[in-house]
Nanobody, 125 residues
Framework: QVQLVESGGGLVQAGGSLRLSCAGS????????MGWFRQAPGKEREFVSA????????YYANSVNGRFTISRENAKNTVYLQMKSLKPEDTAVYYC??????????????????WGQGTQVTVSS
């Protein structure tokens, strides 16, 4: 069982930056792939970024590639999402997720069993 808690969301102007954190519990955290997903009002939850359990491979949605960076510190049971050049369309609730996944599965929300409660990111124009 893994419990996840996101933090770092908030209100920022377009062009600004935020860093989201996701703290996980459990000794097996380092063996899980981690993903970030987001859901805007009235829209489906969508993939944002993911990182393998080793941290060797990272994945990004086209809409955030080049602006967002995912990283992890297994010693701290934490994964980060650094977001730069934020746009109003990045406004959403951001969720982190964890599971033992590999390859393209890390981008599929249906494959993750463990989810955080979400953190709101609002980008004003």
């Amino acid at each position: 069982q893994v419990q996840l808690v996101e933090s770092g969301g908030g209100l920022v102007q377009a062009g600004g930056s935020l860093r989201l954190s996701c703290a996980g519990s459990g000794r097996t955290f380092s063996s899980y792939a981690m993903g970030w997903f987001r859901q805007a009002p009235g829209k489906e939850r969508e993939f944002v970024s993911a990182i393998t359990w080793t941290g060797d491979s990272t994945y990004y949605a086209n809409s955030v590639n080049g602006r967002f960076t995912i990283s992890r510190e297994n010693a701290k049971n934490t994964v980060y999402l650094q977001m730069k050049s934020l746009k109003p369309e990045d406004t959403a609730v951001y969720y982190c997720a964890a599971d033992r996944l590999m390859g393209p599965d890390v981008a599929a929300s249906s494959k993750y069993r463990y989810w955080g409660q979400g953190t709101q990111v609002t980008v004003s124009s």
